[in-house]
């Protein structure tokens, strides 16, 4: 093994001192890259003032070390270095892939690449996230009493860099003022994260506002996660709650029974002054001849 990497590096060393400088032939310009640990990431190269080139062999360093973190000879389809680094194509241009990405890829590194126009070199910085777990949500006591004491609890763990919870009520008020967050972090070499806990407590809670939503924001403020704490009343809450509804199902019910009584009333009314009234002037001709005069005279329709 020890042999083969010797090779490799001789014939990466001769590639580079074989091939003249590019000059301002070309240039080759690298993004700084942002990966999510365990993820795949692609680190964005691209040449800049030549169309046509061929990559030949390619070196990666990470800065302050002296062994290369990946090389590649692409004719004799030789590699050392950390196999989870790669060209991610080399017919199409030199940007690289990292598979499953780790904590300790974060650093600068030098990129060295050998073309068919000569050699080329860029530095670009790496640095690593990782992504919030759901949230766990859980409230104090676990059934709520209206108007009582309440606490909410949040947490989320496993993200990085440091993020924030906050909270909302059902009309979208947000609660985060009035919460408190708590953060664990956990530093190595190779394992970084950050535990969010949030506590949100209530001298006396108003049920209406529930449920309430807690929402996971990474560093950039960008959603990782949500959770809808459900809560549930006491055993005398949810009693009382159901009476009421039933109370208004009723207060309903018996104003409707009213509505439609005196409506009849007020019809029955109507049709009895009528009939009373046809009665009165059948009983006397002479009045209704009158009155179907004194409505011809006044062009008024008689009935």
Known sequence: MAFITIMILAVVGTFIQAVEPSGDL??????????????TT??????????????????LRKVGQNEPT???????QQKIGDPRFSLKNPAKGPSLKINDTMFSDTGEFAY???????????????????????????????????GGPTVLYCNATEGYPTGTIHWFDRYGTNWTINSI?????KDTYSSKSVALSSKLTFNSIDLSLAPF???????????????????????????EMAESKSNKTNIIAGVMVIGSLIAGLLFALFFFRRGKEQNFLILNPDLNSHIKDQRVSLNVPIT
């Open 26 to 39: 070309f240039k080759l310009e690298c993004e700084p890259a942002v990966g999510i640990a365990a993820h």
């Open 181 to 185: 967050l708590t953060k664990t972090t």
């Open 112 to 146: 060295e690449i050998v073309t068919n126009r000569g050699k080329a070199s860029a530095k670009f910085s790496f640095s690593v996230t990782a992504k919030y777990k759901d949230p766990i949500v859980s409230t104090w006591p676990q059934n709520v009493t209206e």
């Open 42 to 59: 692609v680190i964005t190269c691209h040449f800049r003032g030549h169309e046509d080139i061929k990559i030949s062999a390619v070196s």
């Open 70 to 76: 990946f090389q590649h000879v692409i004719a004799q």
């Open 213 to 239: 939503r807690c929402i996971v924001l990474n560093s950039k403020y960008i959603q990782d996660g949500e959770k809808t704490i459900q809560i549930t009343p006491a055993k005398q809450d949810a009693e």
